[in-house]
């Protein structure tokens, strides 16, 4: 049995473009399905508006999904009493994008990581500063400086702190979205390296939101590449990466800058109208499926 199951999530939000006019419905997410294993690190990709966030945010209800099924072992996350779910947020964390928001400024850096345990009523004050103290030198940080506040830290040490927050309570599914595109380049492999260690040291399942296709392919093993709130492409990322089957995929590809010194990729324009946005997932190679005719 997979630890994850998404099956048909659907999303939708309801826009006016102005006070006085009409409202139309936009779909930011339409009929994703996909499935991860117990320790798998598993990429979602998209541009900017494509829906992979709010994906993300629905499978923990931070935002309620309009319709769908999610079934965490075995257990369907969107028909929880508020009770259960609660209960079922200690397995499930999430690291948030940008750490110059997520953090409360009002709050000592020691007091946000200890937030999740005291609400969830784990252990003793003392048990809970050590175990404070015990999460700071495991993300790379100095104990001493839970006491500082959040804008007293770098972009890179503020992430470290939202990742201590997110492993307090001990999960095993944690869910990363865009965690080091808010960050200097030379934080973000820092950070990449920090996710995999703790990954292989607490035998965590990854969902690993992103737009950096590099990041992907050094950071998971699958990927669902997303369009429009619909997964286009989905497979091994090896497979992906060399054989991709869907246009948009391909396009994608091509713009992502090549490390090795004087190669250049042909760049691939994706034309929205020459392709069947509508067609089904179907099967291209070994667990390799893509959205075409």
């Known amino acids: ?51 992979k966030t709010t994906t993300g945010r629905c499978l923990l209800r931070l935002i309620e999904p309009s319709s769908g099924s999610c079934c965490f072992r075995g257990e369907e996350v969107f028909a929880l009493r508020p009770d259960r779910l609660r209960a079922l947020r200690r397995e499930m964390q999430m690291v948030f ?31 809970r500063r050590e175990r404070v103290r015990a999460l700071f030198e495991l993300v790379g940080l100095d104990g001493a400086l839970r006491d500082r506040y959040s804008h007293e830290f ?8 939202g990742l201590a927050r997110a492993l307090a309570l001990g999960p095993s599914f944690l869910i990363a979205d865009e965690p080091v595109s ?6 973000q492999a820092q950070i990449i390296n920090l996710f995999m260690d703790l990954r292989d040291r607490l035998g965590l399942t990854l969902l690993f939101v992103a737009h ?33 089957a869907h246009p948009y995929t391909r396009a994608l590809l091509s713009a992502a800058p090549d490390p090795r010194e004087g190669l250049r990729t042909p760049r691939v324009i994706f ?7 509508g067609a089904p997932l179907r099967e291209v190679g070994p667990g390799h499926l893509a959205a075409i005719p």
């Open 97 to 127: 994008q940008d750490p110059y928001a997520s953090l409360n400024p009002r709050m000592r850096a020691g007091a946000i990581v200890e937030e999740g345990l005291v609400i969830h009523r784990v252990g003793t004050a003392p048990e």
């Open 271 to 277: 034309t929205p109208s020459d392709t069947d946005l």
């Open 154 to 161: 770098s972009g890179g040490q503020r992430q470290r702190i």
């Open 1 to 51: 049995m997979a630890m994850l199951e998404v099956r048909d999530l659907v999303k939708t939000f309801t826009r006016r473009h102005a006070p006085w006019g009409r409202q139309t419905i936009v779909r930011a997410v339409d009929g994703v399905s996909f499935r991860i294993e117990e320790r798998e690190s598993f990429g979602l990709v998209g541009e900017s508006g494509s829906g």
């Open 212 to 244: 950096d296709l590099r990041l992907i392919r050094h950071v998971c093993v699958r990927v669902a590449v997303m369009y429009r709130g619909r997964i286009v492409e989905l497979g091994p990322t090896d497979a992906v990466f060399r054989d991709a």
């Open 182 to 187: 808010a960050l200097d380049v030379s934080i």
